[in-house]
């Protein structure tokens, strides 16, 4: 799951500091409050990345996937690609924890065949 995820947050990482390029257009906002709200997000997503294997990274994830499509309303099209990158956040979760099961599972049996194994091995040996 974290590899999904971090892939999905280096994704916005990037896409958050593109907006951010859009967003120094608007003759309404100062460049210093742009580049400070969309550094913290930028920085946000690098933490999170780390941050996935602890307990509230996900829901960590999930608030920075709001704030993103809350970013539309600064840069409409964020509301687009907010949306997609929420979709790919949780397609990231939802199928990253299936993969991390049947890794388990395969470790499981892995280490069942090899006890298996082992004593017959043994026994042979002497």
């Known amino acids: 799951m974290r590899t999904l995820c971090s892939s999905t947050l280096i994704g916005e990482f990037f896409v958050i500091g593109f907006a951010a390029l859009v967003a120094m257009k608007d003759p309404d906002l100062s460049m210093g409050t742009v580049w400070t709200v969309s550094g913290i997000a930028m920085v946000l997503c690098v933490l999170l990345c780390g941050m996935l294997g602890r307990p509230g990274g996900v829901a960590l994830g999930w608030a920075l996937q709001i704030a993103l499509v ?3 309303f600064v840069v409409p099209v964020m509301y687009f690609l907010g949306a997609v990158f929420a979709g790919l956040w949780w397609a990231s979760v939802h199928f990253g924890r299936k993969i991390d099961e049947a890794k388990a599972r395969f470790a499981a049996r892995a ?7 082992a004593p017959a091995a043994s026994a042979d040996a002497v």
């Open 70 to 72: 809350a970013s539309g």
């Open 111 to 117: 280490a069942e065949a090899e006890a298996a194994s």
